[in-house]
């Protein structure tokens, strides 16, 4: 078992930055990737970020576009999202995620909101 627990999110007005936490614990040597994902109001879940929990290689989508960045300390099992420039579309709750290496199992976190006024 994964366990997941998301910090950081909140109020920001647009253009602001805002950085989010996800600390994992538990079968933490059985991760092979974490990941942010959103999801916005009457929207699907979407994939932000993922990086590797080996070699701390990321990966983005699209329109990521260079304003956030995803980083990991392993040291304190934590996966972080930076995210810049943040624009009123960027609200949603955001979920950190971990998947499993062997199983291929995904533990999802709870949940942060990110709120973004214009």
């Known amino acids: 078992q994964v366990q997941l627990v998301e910090s950081g999110g909140g109020l920001v007005q647009a253009g602001g930055p805002l950085r989010l936490s996800c600390a994992a614990s538990?079968?933490?040597?059985?991760?092979?990737?974490m990941g942010w994902y959103r999801q916005a109001p009457g929207k699907e879940r979407e994939r932000v970020a993922t990086i590797t929990w080996i070699g701390g290689i990321p990966a983005y989508a699209d329109w990521v576009k260079g304003r956030f960045t995803i980083s990991k300390d392993n040291a304190k099992n934590t996966v972080y999202l930076q995210m810049n420039s943040l624009k009123p579309e960027d609200t949603a709750i955001y979920y950190c995620n971990a998947v499993q290496e062997v199983t291929g199992r995904v533990y999802w976190g709870q949940g942060t909101q990110v709120t973004v006024s214009s």
């Open positions: 538990g079968r933490t040597y059985s991760i092979n990737d």
